[in-house]
């Protein structure tokens, strides 16, 4: 019989400070005061309509993430957390992160963010460069990213720090600068992305340029030897992690997991008792979701689909993809892609054993040539 995969949940909350140039994240700022309780009511609603979907599974961990999360009182974190835990479905060491924006964070809202149950805080420092925080259109100066990471710590050990490389006119020394403050704080989790400026946002229409690919390419490549020199193991694309820190919500989305998506403009990934996977994507529009119109559409994922979509996230790991492990999570036998692999194992972007596949260095460097095998 087809075993469901775990199942973790996804809640977005969609408000800004202010909107920064490179995001396109659905995100906004509003010019009225956030409806909070209200939208707390709406999300624990649209919670509870996708609970008839997913069989009966305990969750095993929760991201509220946005937009900026800590925006919102210590108040409406706590009742959307014990509206959640009031459906007994929460697995035990059940791993609960929320995103933070430096600016919005005091010590007292940590204290009562833990005493709600969250016990991973993940910050988005970027740069500790006041030079490029303002390039960037970030809110808050390197001094409150310093403070908020000096107080997360004093409640947390499960701390992870957002860092960006790749930003406009940043030299290479520059952007390990940041880095090696990071390390000097000793979080248990660095994530550590290059920024990509993407069609929808206003970097775009305004045409900032990033570094030459050359130097992207040294900052990835010296980057990753001081932290790997740091004790932070690769486990990702972009992850970087003391050994037991492992973003637990992160990884069941690399492993194609399930998740459910609450609120404006998130996704879920539902697998159903028959091995189909549900797409729900939920409404946008702030005023349509506080009217109870949640739902945008819901669709059966294609076989097609299916199978680019798992690859699209296992290849970001840094272990073999086991063929045992793309059976049960697709319910479709790996002879059906036997030609894709194939194409992929001539081109020098895996490596066949006998019960897995290992992305080769090659693989993981041009991972867009290799999934577009996959589409095929
Ligand atoms: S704080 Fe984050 S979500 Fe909000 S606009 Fe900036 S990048 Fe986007």
């Given at each position: 019989m087809f075993t469901l995969p775990p199942i973790s949940l996804y809640i977005h909350?969609?408000?800004?400070?202010k909107k920064c140039g490179y995001c396109d994240f659905y995100s906004y700022v509003s010019?009225?005061?956030?409806?909070e309780n209200k939208y707390i009511e709406h999300l624990l609603r649209d919670f509870e309509r996708d609970l008839?979907?997913?069989?009966n599974r305990n969750i095993n961990t929760i991201f509220i993430g946005?937009?900026?999360?800590?925006?919102?009182k210590n108040t409406s974190i706590k009742n959307l957390l014990n509206g959640i835990k009031k459906r007994k479905i929460i697995s035990k060491n059940i791993e609960i992160s929320i995103e933070a924006n430096p600016k919005t964070l005091e010590y007292q809202n940590f204290i009562q963010y833990k005493n709600s149950g969250i016990n991973r805080f993940s910050l988005g420092?970027?740069?500790?460069?006041s030079k490029m925080l303002k390039k960037i259109e970030r809110t808050y100066s390197s001094k409150d990213a310093m403070n908020a990471i000096i107080e997360s710590k004093k409640i947390s050990d499960n701390i992870n720090l957002d860092l960006m490389y790749?930003?406009?006119?940043?030299s290479l020394e520059e952007a390990l600068s940041d880095l090696q403050i990071a390390i000097q704080c000793n979080p248990s989790h660095i994530s550590w992305y290059q920024l990509t400026i993407e069609p929808n946002t206003v970097f775009y229409a305004k045409k900032i340029q990033t570094p030459h690919q050359d130097v992207v390419f040294n900052m990835l490549i010296e980057g990753d030897k001081l932290l790997k020199k740091a004790g932070y193991k690769k486990y990702e694309i972009s992850s970087y992690s003391k050994f037991?820190?492992?973003?637990q919500h992160n990884l069941n989305y690399w492993n194609f997991g399930d998740y459910i998506g609450i609120g404006c403009g998130s996704h879920g990934k539902i697998t159903q008792k028959n091995g189909e996977i549900i797409r729900t994507i939920k409404n946008k529009n702030i005023n349509d979701f506080l009217s109870g119109?949640?739902?945008n559409s819901v669709y059966q994922v294609s076989k097609r689909d299916k199978i680019f979509e798992y690859f699209m996230n296992v290849f970001r790991l840094y272990k073999p993809i086991f063929k045992k492990h793309f059976r049960e999570n697709?319910?479709?036998?790996e002879s059906f892609i036997e030609k894709n692999i194939q194409i992929a194992i001539q081109e020098g972007f895996l490596i066949n054993q006998s019960d897995c596949w290992h992305t080769t260095k090659k693989g993981k460097n041009f991972l867009n040539s290799l999934l577009e095998i996959f589409l095929k």
């Open positions: 909350i969609p408000w800004c400070l010019k009225e005061i956030i409806p008839s979907l997913i069989n946005g937009g900026t999360p800590s925006l919102l420092i970027q740069t500790f460069n790749g930003l406009p006119g940043q037991n820190y492992q973003c119109k949640y739902i697709t319910n479709i036998e």
